[in-house]
């Protein structure tokens, strides 16, 4: 059945529909589904990623009708119109539109960056911790499950919330136990003694609720692992010791997140058991504080900068440690990065802002020869803080670190200019 | 949970679409209303923009840049609603320039400390669907005007400003603290909209003079004393009302809070005397056709004065 979703949207409610040709998953696989990118007027104009589930025709193989058949998509209808009434209440991105017309089922959902294509960058090492508070299933009372949570649907909302994407793998609980209407997830990202727990009640249809729970916590304990450790090698094999060991043998074996999940995950492999996620995050986050602790001077907490509006601002606060050590560079700046986002975006008060430049002063002072760390420094001082004296006293303090930079050299003969035209300006 | 009840907090915005291109609300492809294709649906300040005569406004945004005309903006005001006007440039089926134009009406209460943010939002509102809906519009797809012709196009022509970020152009909060004071306003607006029914300029001083000699302005929002500058005698500062031992229905609003406008729709409180009605209609009218011929004059001239440039 050919489906035409420029005819099919309001033109009212959508603006630049783009079809995608290609998108990972098992939907796309078969050409089960129609993919598409498109702006929603409504709602304050946000970025929406369509999903239409062509429903299969009553000639088609039992798979495609398993998946696709009018009954399965009117029944995911239902589910879904559920879930939406739920709204933030459970971890799963913003369903925009959900519709159920004979030809299929077309969702609407708010666009996210998935959690994969970061991972895969190298920039999740900061979202290990996140992703084991925004979901875990036990924070905000139970009631929902995810049958197949993996870094390809996880992802990261504008403002860096994680969030469960696939939806149709999202389920409420009814009764104590899950219907599992399509039970497609990724058996190799588990251990056998999971496997077959899962695999044994899904012969009912419907798994109860400590099983999810324990499936849930491992697969999103191993996402947030992926977030320190990098993609996960794939063997097609049930997860084990030696796939472990080969994974954790390409990671920083000083780094002590990477200590962290290595321990956490042998131990998980042989039990096919994670602890709860809280007392999990609680570890890691105490494991990171206490290996950075003993060196540097205490830094400005990023968590005490208001911790009210940072988290309406969405900013990460939860991994930014007390502390920084004065090696590892590279790792202290990207846990500054949700703060470099949300000053950009404006999400930072004038209060957070002068907060955030003494966090960079101190970062400076370890890493006085990183040139990032004094652009940052006077972007703020400069744009935000319009300050022209400290600016100037910053870039003569960068030059003494960096004296070959053409670009602090230029900075400074501005900075000079802006000084001197404020002083005159003043008097 | 919190921000859900922000969001909630703000009233619900109906919008009006406009363009030209589709057979609508009326048998041509002129500029006609698109949305609501109900006419019995429009209300108060929604119905205002029903009888106004558009091509000599039209006229006056065709040679302007697509950020000019996005820049113009109008809120019309009366005792409940406030109206948010926005334009933006499009092309019809021939690709010749054509216009889009959106309008949001909120019910409002002139006692609402947030009503500086509420105009904000509805401004941003108008202004964003404008821009959104002129690329929609943009040579005149067949699928959307069979939606516009079937009322598929949207499906309620109500909006949550509660999503809207705050138009930042103008400081909505001291124009509609400024506008408070004033009885007689009937909206405030950049000079090229003030014939949608606006009598305080969105500009200087210098503008608001000289779309004087054209509309009725009687002042303008003076950006750098955040405050409106009087520049007629038919504003009158809101007085405290005495207060009567028992007050009757109408004068329950508390001693100060105003609804701009005191009369009729649209209309200013002030009416010249009537033995000088007949003088200033004439001189309104002399004044009319004045404007329209140095339009006239001014048009061809821009129109010329590149070809020239080309040769």
Redesign the interface.
């Known amino acids: 059945m050919k489906v035409d979703l420029?005819?099919m949207l309001?033109?009212?409610?959508w603006?630049?529909l783009q079809i995608l040709n290609q998108t990972p998953g098992m939907m796309a696989d078969k050409n089960w589904a129609l993919f598409a990118k498109a702006?929603r007027?409504?709602?304050?104009?946000k970025a929406a990623f369509i999903k239409f589930i062509v429903a299969a025709s009553p000639q088609a193989g039992d798979t495609t009708l398993l998946v696709t058949s009018g009954d399965r998509l009117k029944d995911l209808y239902e589910r879904l119109k559920h879930i939406q009434q739920r709204?933030?209440?459970v971890p799963i991105v913003s369903l925009l539109d959900i519709q159920h017309t004979e030809s299929g089922l077309l969702i609407a959902m708010e666009e996210v960056t998935p959690l994969r294509d970061i991972i895969d960058r190298g920039e999740a090492y900061h979202l290990s911790t996140k992703i084991l508070r925004d979901l875990d299933p036990d924070a905000d009372g139970n009631g929902w499950h995810h049958f197949d949570v993996c870094p390809n649907n996880i992802g990261l909302l504008p403002n860096e919330r994680c969030v469960l994407i696939d939806v149709e793998s999202f389920y409420l609980e009814a009764e104590g136990k899950y219907n599992i209407s399509v039970p497609a997830w990724k058996p190799f990202r588990a251990p056998r003694g999971l496997v077959v727990a899962v695999q044994v009640q899904l012969g009912t249809g419907r798994i109860d609720r400590s099983v999810a729970s324990r499936k849930l916590r491992f697969e999103v304990a191993l996402a947030a692992a992926e977030c320190v450790l990098g993609p996960i090698p794939l063997t097609g094999q049930n997860l084990d010791r030696p796939i472990i060991d080969a994974w954790v043998a390409n990671a920083d074996a000083t780094d002590p997140a990477v200590v962290f999940w290595k321990q956490e995950l042998l131990a998980a492999v042989e039990t096919a058991i994670f602890p709860p996620l809280q007392e999990l995050r609680e570890r890691l986050e105490s494991a990171i504080k206490s290996e950075l602790e003993p060196t540097g001077a205490p830094l400005v907490q990023l968590s005490s900068l208001g911790s009210e509006p940072l988290e309406?601002a969405g900013v990460v606060t939860s991994v930014l440690p007390s502390v920084l050590p004065q090696s590892e560079w590279f790792k202290e700046w990207t846990l500054v990065l949700p703060m470099v986002h949300a000053l950009r975006a404006g999400r930072l008060t004038g209060k957070q802002i002068i907060e955030y430049r003494q966090v960079l002063q101190q970062l400076a002072s370890r890493h006085p020869s990183q040139p990032d760390v004094w652009n940052e420094l006077l972007l703020v001082v400069i744009s935000f803080e319009k300050n022209p004296a400290l600016a100037l006293s910053l870039v003569t303090e960068a030059l003494q670190h960096i004296p070959d930079s053409d670009e602090l050299i230029r900075m400074r003969n501005i900075i000079q200019k802006w000084a001197r035209e404020r002083r005159h300006g003043s008097h | 949970m919190e921000a859900i009840n922000r969001i909630d907090n703000y009233p619900k915005a109906d919008v009006q679409l406009w363009g030209k291109g589709y057979r609508i609300s009326a048998d041509s492809e002129e500029f006609q209303r698109y949305l609501p294709k109900d006419p019995a649906e429009l209300k108060g300040l929604d119905r205002k923009i029903q009888t106004i005569s558009w091509g000599s406004l039209l006229e006056s945004l065709y040679p302007l840049r697509e950020a000019e005309v996005a820049g113009q903006q109008c809120v019309l005001f009366d005792a409940s609603d406030l109206l948010s006007v926005s334009f933006a440039k499009t092309e019809d089926r021939h690709r010749r320039p054509s216009l889009v134009l959106t309008t949001c009406i909120v019910a409002i209460d002139w006692r609402n400390p947030q009503l500086g943010e509420i105009t904000a939002r509805a401004v941003a509102l108008s202004s964003r669907l404008a821009t959104a809906y002129a690329d929609t519009l943009r040579g005149n797809p067949e699928n959307v005007g069979k939606q516009l012709r079937e009322n598929s196009f949207l499906t309620s022509r109500s909006f949550n400003l509660g999503e809207e970020q705050p138009d930042r152009t103008a400081e909505w909060a001291h124009v509609i603290s400024a506008v408070t004071k004033w009885n007689g306003i009937t909206g405030i607006s950049t000079p090229r909209l003030l014939s949608l029914g606006a009598n305080i300029v969105l500009g200087t001083k210098y503008e608001a003079e000289r779309a004087k000699q054209q509309s009725q302005v009687d002042g303008f929002f003076d950006a750098r004393d955040r405050d409106i500058k009087v520049l007629s005698d038919r504003l009158k500062l809101w007085e405290p009302r005495p207060q009567p031992s028992t007050p009757t229905r109408e004068e329950e609003r508390p001693a100060h809070s105003p609804s701009p406008v005191s009369s009729s729709l649209g209309e200013p409180t002030y009416q010249p005397s009537p033995e000088l009605y007949w003088v200033a209609e004439c001189l309104q009218q002399l004044t009319n056709s004045v404007d329209r011929l140095v339009g006239v004059a001014t048009d061809i001239l821009e129109r010329v004065t590149p070809e020239k440039r080309k040769r």
């Open positions: 420029h005819a309001p033109a009212g409610e603006a630049n702006k007027i409504r709602d304050g104009g709204g933030a209440t309406a």
